[in-house]
């Protein structure tokens, strides 16, 4: 286990004006590796989703900034649950930003978004706060699922989405074969 796998971690809003998201985004991940901040600031998010219109029959694709005036900030939370000083200090004086969303003001730090809500926002932006699971499987393969309502029982996958870091696989349920979804880290190759 590295030292960077026990830094508990906590999503903050930053309030920015309004179209000046990007500037932030950028000026914030610029000042995060000038002043040495990278084991304190983690990842910034400009919460935006992808959305398809059909105007005059033509497709078009754009990106909408799902909530302007906001910037995610992921940062390193020390036992308390609160963002350190240094961190607190370097995002609240970058340039754009106007202050942190859940703060009291008179120089108090605000609270972190709660589990449920970064995954609810993660998720409309198409994205995973789940780790990455390099799993070795093959279609055709049995394997255990560990986790969910088949656990315990075996399965034969029968597609594989690394992307989405999903596959599917028939599993007997009352004599009959089932088919279910199962994420990666829900299930064990090793039987």
């Known amino acids: 286990m590295t030292e960077s796998d026990e830094i508990e971690k906590a999503w903050f ?9 990007h500037k932030v985004k950028a000026n914030l991940e610029s000042r995060t590796q000038t002043m040495g901040m990278t084991e304190q600031i983690f990842r910034i998010l400009v919460p ?4 398809t219109t059909v105007q005059d029959g033509e497709v078009k ?22 963002m350190t000083d240094e961190a607190w200090y370097v995002v609240r004086n970058t340039p754009g930003v106007t202050g942190f969303l859940g703060s009291h003001g008179a120089g108090s730090k605000p609270n972190s978004l ?13 994205m995973t706060t789940r780790e990455v699971v390099d799993l070795d499987v093959e279609v055709g393969q049995t394997i255990k699922i560990v ?5 315990g029982m075996e399965g034969i996958v029968t597609s594989i989405d690394a992307e989405k870091q999903s596959l599917e696989a028939t599993v007997e349920v009352f004599g009959r074969e089932t088919p279910t979804e199962l994420a990666f880290n ?3 190759v090793n039987i």
């Open 147 to 151: 986790n969910g309502p088949f656990n």
């Open 186 to 188: 829900d299930v064990d």
């Open 61 to 82: 694709t754009s990106v909408e900034n799902d909530f302007p005036g906001y910037v995610l900030v992921e940062m390193a939370t020390p036992q308390d649950g609160n």
């Open 13 to 21: 809003v930053v309030h920015t004006y309004s179209g000046y998201e």
């Open 48 to 51: 935006e989703q992808e959305v």
């Open 114 to 126: 709660l589990p449920e809500e970064v995954e609810l926002l993660m998720k409309r932006m198409g």
